[in-house]
């Protein structure tokens, strides 16, 4: 098993491009969520995943779109960046359901947006 | 949403030497769990531990949840030990709240 895997490892992006972070699972997890990372901060919750078709909102969603077409994809958006969005962003699963299972993360991906 | 705290923020300590890391959390949880991040940035996750104690190797933990709080007890730490650990707790609708971390450094 690749378990979570995360493309691109590392982005810069300008003002106002768009672009989508990749994450896939290959553990046939239900629960997959995004987290951004800020320095000095703890992970803070931006979309999840319940399973294909479901996704709600976390803690900071604003300026990100998320969609579950598949059970093993789970793609973030941004459709606009802004140097507030500059962070490290990390896709994570788990068997059913963010809250009685262990989590699983990807190595992550460092997005600069200038 | 949950407010998690840790504590303390920094850490250093030399090795072979034992420690404790505190996490309180402002809310019943049905989900705590402890998680490692290497100085290159993979989270590791060491323990689910919503409550009791549990053991693997040098490192153990004990959540009392009715008192809102959790301890990772390292013993006879290494090197490879260094990094941040994080806290982080679920109560219902699938949210889950990180504190802002321990960064542990162990040295020779």
């Known amino acids: 098993n690749a378990g979570v895997t995360q493309t691109p490892k590392f982005q810069v992006l300008k003002t106002g491009q768009s672009m989508t972070l990749q994450c896939a699972q290959d553990m046939n997890h239900e629960y997959m969520s995004w987290y951004r990372q800020d320095p000095g901060m703890g992970l803070r919750l931006i979309h999840y995943?319940?399973?294909?078709?479901?996704?709600d909102q976390g803690e900071v969603p604003n300026g990100y779109n998320v969609s579950r077409s598949t059970t093993e994809d789970f793609p973030l958006r941004l459709l606009s960046a802004a140097p507030s969005q500059t962070s490290v962003y990390f896709c994570?699963?788990?068997?059913?359901?963010?809250?009685?299972?262990?989590?699983?993360f990807g190595p992550g991906t460092r997005l600069l947006v200038l | 949403g949950i407010q998690v705290e840790q504590s303390p923020p920094d850490l250093i300590l030399q090795e072979g030497a034992n420690s404790t890391l505190r996490c309180n959390f402002s809310?019943?949880?049905?989900?705590l769990q402890w998680f490692h991040q290497n100085p290159w940035g993979q989270l590791i996750n060491l323990f689910y531990?919503?409550?009791g104690t549990k053991q693997n190797g040098r490192l153990s933990a004990t959540t009392v949840a009715t008192e809102r709080y959790s301890l990772l007890y390292i013993s006879s730490s290494q090197t490879t030990d260094s990094g941040v650990y994080f806290c982080?707790?679920?109560?219902?609708?699938?949210?889950?709240?990180f504190g802002t971390g321990t960064s542990l450094t162990v040295i020779p």
């Open positions: 809310d019943s949880v049905n989900n």
């Open positions: 994570a699963s788990s068997q059913a359901g963010g809250i009685q299972e262990t989590q699983y």
């Open positions: 531990i919503p409550s």
């Open positions: 982080a707790v679920g109560r219902t609708g699938n949210q889950f709240y």
């Open positions: 995943s319940v399973g294909a078709g479901i996704t």
